[in-house]
């Protein structure tokens, strides 16, 4: 099995709400990732979690707070958001053994974020 | 700096034509790994291939196959008997090792290719 679930699909916030986005995977992965995607370009990394621990953050905004619970679960705070914040938020993982090697990494179906 | 240009933005085919994704990477590391995703109007980024830079070989999976040339720093991607269900952005990726373990890495994605192939 090789998915990744993803809530909300779809969320609708206001610039002073506080909302999170969830990310789960049951495939034994021990690395996980937030990517945000505007329309019409490529992913961009935001943030890497490696066996639990925050191990890259490609300088993202305290607006948004990562989380990652236990080895299979994923979330993203949000907090008094912009408008520009809007875009496809995509949760991927990997297997990550340490070894140097590099596996593909597999990805949620993404929530659509639209900041009002 | 990692950098992976795909230079078609767009390609439009007519159903059961073969069609080729271009790929070209630039990278300092020696040791690097590709990929190809498929993403789909759906939003999810669909794994495709993986391939690292010691192993050349051509690879065919199903109508799908990809060339991988180090001496041009490519790895083009050609679809054989495109199908509408192929439409969909492609993108190539090159992985970026970030510590010296070489077990923290990130994606350097190309600007993709918008693929709509006609009935």
């Known amino acids: 099995d090789t998915e990744v679930t993803q809530t909300p699909k779809h969320l609708v916030m206001g610039m002073t709400n506080k909302k999170s986005l969830k990310c789960e995977q049951h495939?034994?992965?021990?690395?996980m990732y937030w990517y945000k995607q505007k329309a019409k370009k490529p992913p961009e990394l935001m943030f890497v979690?490696?066996?639990?621990?925050?191990?890259i953050n490609e300088s993202v905004p305290s607006r948004f707070s990562p989380e990652c619970p236990n080895s299979s679960l994923l979330n993203l705070h949000l907090h008094a958001l912009q408008p520009e914040d809007s875009a496809l938020y995509l949760c991927?993982?990997?297997?990550?053994?340490?070894?140097?090697?590099?596996?593909?990494?597999?990805f949620g179906p993404g929530t659509r974020l639209t900041v009002t | 700096a990692q950098k992976v240009t795909q230079a078609q933005t767009e390609i439009s085919v007519v159903e059961k034509e073969d069609v080729t994704l271009d790929c070209v990477y630039e990278?300092?590391?020696?040791?690097?790994?590709l990929f190809w995703y498929k993403q789909p109007p759906s939003g999810e980024l669909v794994f495709l291939i993986r391939?690292?830079?010691?192993?050349?070989q051509n690879e065919i999976s199903g109508r799908y196959s990809w060339n991988f040339q180090k001496s041009t720093s490519s790895f083009n991607f050609t679809i054989t008997a495109s199908q509408v269900v192929d439409s969909a952005v492609y993108f190539c990726?090159?992985?970026?090792?970030?510590?010296?373990?070489?077990?923290?890495?990130?994606?350097?994605f190309g600007k993709g290719t918008l693929l709509t192939v006609n009935p």
């Open positions: 979690y490696s066996y639990e621990k925050l191990s």
């Open positions: 391939r690292n830079s010691f192993d050349e």
């Open positions: 990726a090159l992985s970026e090792t970030i510590d010296s373990g070489g077990s923290n890495y990130k994606l350097t």
């Open positions: 495939m034994g992965h021990r690395a």
């Open positions: 990278t300092r590391d020696t040791t690097y790994y």
């Open positions: 991927a993982s990997s297997q990550d053994t340490g070894t140097g090697l590099i596996y593909e990494q597999y």
